[in-house]
Nanobody, 129 residues
Framework: QVQLVESGGGLVQAGGSLRLSCETSGRTFSNYIMGWFRQAPGKEREFVTSISRGGGSTYYADSAKGRFTVSRDNAKNTLYLQMNSLRPEDTAIYLC??????????????????????WGQGTQVTVSS
């Protein structure tokens, strides 16, 4: 089993930046494809981005392309999300998740929430206008 703990959220003005971290423990971090998801008040949880086991492949939701960058440090068992040019509509709880469902990098299928068995509790990001 994998335990995930997010940090780095906070209040930022529109146009600002935040860097989220997801520290993991338990099973070998590099065995998992990792994803970031978010859930805004009154909305369903949605995919943000994902990254392959070695970090060489990534996939982004259209809303994140060009503004967000996902990365991972397998030596530190940590996943990151650099968020730039933040907008009020980015306000949400951001959650990291781990998937062992794919043998190979699945590309667009890495956005499927049901493929992620392990989830963190989330960190709140609030962007003011």
């Amino acid at each position: 089993q994998v335990q995930l703990v997010e940090s780095g959220g906070g209040l930022v003005q529109a146009g600002g930046s935040l860097r989220l971290s997801c520290e993991t423990s338990g099973r070998t971090f590099s065995n998992y494809i990792m994803g970031w998801f978010r859930q805004a008040p009154g909305k369903e949880r949605e995919f943000v981005t994902s990254i392959s086991r070695g970090g060489g492949s990534t996939y982004y939701a259209d809303s994140a392309k060009g503004r967000f960058t996902v990365s991972r440090d397998n030596a530190k068992n940590t996943l990151y999300l650099q968020m730039n040019s933040l907008r009020p509509e980015d306000t949400a709880i951001y959650l990291c998740a781990a998937s062992a469902s794919f043998r190979l990098w699945p590309g667009t299928s890495s956005a499927e929430q049901e493929k992620y068995a392990y989830w963190g509790q989330g960190t709140q990001v609030t962007v003011s206008s």
